[in-house]
C-alpha cells in the first residue's frame, strides 16, 4: 500500500495515478492526551489503520497525484536518524573536493557512526526547500528513507527486517561549512521526505533499487542501493545499538556519489524504483 498525507492534512492512499481519500481511516487512531507519545501514532497502528483503509476504499472520492500537495507521510517521528558516507564513491568524493570537507577529516562510517537531525527539519516535497546561507553551498543528497514500524533497542541485523514499516525518498539537504554536521542538516526543510510511504510488504526486497536526482532536468546522482556499505539491517543494528527504535523514525541511508549545490529557482527530481519520484522547488527562505 502507498500511503500518503495530502493537502490540508488530508490520509491517502495512491492508486494508478490517483489519490483516494481515506482520511476516515484515522478514526482507528487511539485518542491521545498530553504527554503526547514519543512515536507516531500512524505509523505505530498501522494494521488498525490499513484494515480501515481497505474498507473505505471502493467509495473513496480521488484526486490526481497531480491535483494535490505532499506532506510527510511522517506526521510525528521521534527521530530522523542519518548514515554519512554511506556510499564508497561519495566517501572519495568528499574527501577530494574541498568544497564538501571544509578541512573536516572524513572518517568511513563504521568509524564515524550515525547522526540525528531535528524532526523540525522534516517536510513534504510540495513544501520544497528553503535555502538560506546563500553564501555556502547548499548540497542536494537523495537517500532511500527507511520507516520504523516496531519498537527495538540491541536489535540483531538478523532480525531488523520486521521492525520495518515502509520505505520513501529521502532528500538530506546540506549546508556546507566547517559546523558539527547536525546542525548543517537540520535547517528547516532540509529534510524532505515523499511523497508516500510504501509498505514493507509493498515494496519486497529495498536492497537492489535504482534512483537518481535530477536538477533543472540535468542527473546529479545515479546508483543502486546494493553499493550502501552498511546496509538496512546493519543501520538498524548499528541505530538501535544506542537508542531505542519508535515508530515512525525515519532512517536516512545515506547518499551517493554526485551531491552539489541547488539554489532557488532550482527544481529537484528525485527518482526510486518501487517508490516512485518527487519534485522539490528550491526557494529562498522567508525572513522571521
Not at 245 to 261: A, I, M, Q, R
Amino acid at each position: 500500500m502507498r500511503i500518503c498525507r495530502f493537502d490540508d492534512n488530508r490520509l491517502g492512499v495512491v492508486r494508478d495515478g490517483r489519490v483516494h481519500d481515506v482520511t476516515a481511516a484515522l478514526d482507528a487512531l487511539p485518542p491521545c492526551r498530553y504527554p503526547l507519545p514519543a512515536f507516531d501514532p500512524l505509523v505505530a497502528n498501522l494494521d488498525k489503520v490499513r484494515a480501515r483503509i481497505e474498507a473505505l476504499l471502493p467509495s473513496a472520492p480521488s484526486k490526481g497525484v497531480d491535483e494535490v500537495v505532499f506532506l510527510s507521510p511522517v506526521a510525528s517521528p521521534g527521530k530522523l536518524v542519518a548514515a554519512p558516507v554511506n556510499y564508497l564513491k561519495h566517501l572519495a568524493e568528499a574527501r577530494a573536493d574541498a568544497g564538501v570537507h571544509h578541512d573536516n577529516q572524513i572518517l568511513e562510517i563504521q568509524r564515524i557512526g550515525l547522526f540525528l537531525k531535528a524532526t523540525s527539519s522534516l517536510v513534504g516535497p510540495g513544501a520544497g526547500v528553503a535555502v538560506r546561507h546563500h553564501d555556502r553551498r547548499n548540497d542536494h543528497e537523495i537517500e532511500l528513507a527507511v520507516i520504523i514500524g516496531e519498537a527495538g533497542v540491541g536489535i540483531r541485523k538478523e532480525d531488523a527486517w520486521k521492525h520495518v514499516a515502509g520505505y520513501s525518498i529521502g532528500l538530506d539537504m546540506t549546508v556546507r561549512g566547517p559546523e558539527e554536521r547536525s546542525l548543517r542538516k537540520s535547517v528547516d526543510s532540509y529534510s524532505v521526505l515523499g511523497p508516500w510511504m510504501v509498505t514493507a510488504d509493498e515494496m519486497g526486497d529495498p536492497t537492489a533499487l535504482d534512483f537518481c536526482l535530477k536538477v533543472n532536468g540535468q542527473v546529479r546522482q545515479q546508483a543502486n542501493t546494493r553499493d550502501l556499505v552498511l546496509g538496512i539491517p546493519e543501520l538498524i543494528e548499528f541505530a538501535s545499538a544506542f537508542y531505542t527504535l519508535h515508530p515512525g523514525d525515519v532512517l536516512y541511508t545515506g547518499t551517493p556519489e554526485g551531491v552539489g549545490p541547488v539554489v532557488p529557482g532550482d527544481q529537484i527530481l528525485a527518482e526510486f524504483q518501487g517508490i516512485g519520484q518527487m519534485s522539490v522547488a528550491v526557494r529562498p527562505a522567508q525572513a522571521a
